[in-house]
């Protein structure tokens, strides 16, 4: 089973039946929260509707194309993170992800998109990794830009939301990138110790 330690309070897993109602109600708790940004919140109206998205994101990982994990913080179901798909001819995918209302701004997300970015390059040895975020969800595109991504353009109206279209903006990380940052990370870690 995937799971993956972020730190000692928080690890990522993929997301089990057994979930759904801890997924929804995270879901609807934070309704006018993701509800901004993420176009599926108001057709996730029942347990059932988590349930079959969660049966969806199994099959993805069992066919080998990615994953959705829950990030769990002290116990609980705090949001989610995963790959769109992978497109493995040329070792590429998209990262989503999201954080119900009471647990944003613990930093959570950015550990989790480095730990899934150390699993697409280090584990599967995937090349690209892409973000893209509305651009008034200035949150979400933090996220890419501390991590040091490469703001690589905008899509216009890539998006429709409750209020109408919306651009994206596109930030890339290469697994030459990754590799240069980790190795100065452990550089800087070594010369401080």
Not at 55 to 61: N, P, V
Not at 107 to 134: H, W
Request: hydrophobic share 35%; charged share 25%; net charge negative.
């Amino acid at each position: 089973m995937f799971t993956h330690r972020i730190d000692s309070a928080t690890y990522m897993k993929l997301l089990e039946q057994q979930d759904s109602e801890k997924l929804f109600q995270l879901i609807d708790s934070s309704r006018e929260h993701l509800r901004q940004w993420l176009p599926w919140v108001d057709q996730n109206t029942t347990v059932e509707h988590s349930r079959q998205f969660i049966q969806r994101t199994l099959e993805q990982f069992a066919a080998n194309n990615g994953f959705t994990a829950g990030i769990w913080y002290q116990g609980a179901l705090a949001g989610v993170i995963g790959f769109h798909k992978i497109d493995w001819e040329n070792r590429s995918t998209s990262l989503g992800y999201w954080l119900g209302e009471d647990y944003t701004g613990l930093g959570l997300m950015q550990k989790a998109v480095s730990k899934s970015l150390d699993y697409a390059f280090l584990e599967l040895r995937l090349n690209r990794v892409e973000i893209r975020s509305a651009i008034g969800n200035v949150r979400s595109r933090r996220i890419p830009e501390k991590l040091g991504f490469t703001h690589e353009g905008t899509i216009r109206q890539a998006e429709k939301l409750v209020y109408g279209f919306v651009n994206h903006n596109v930030y890339g990380m290469l697994l030459e990138e990754w590799e240069e940052k980790e190795n100065s990370k452990t550089e800087d870690d070594e010369a401080q110790g």
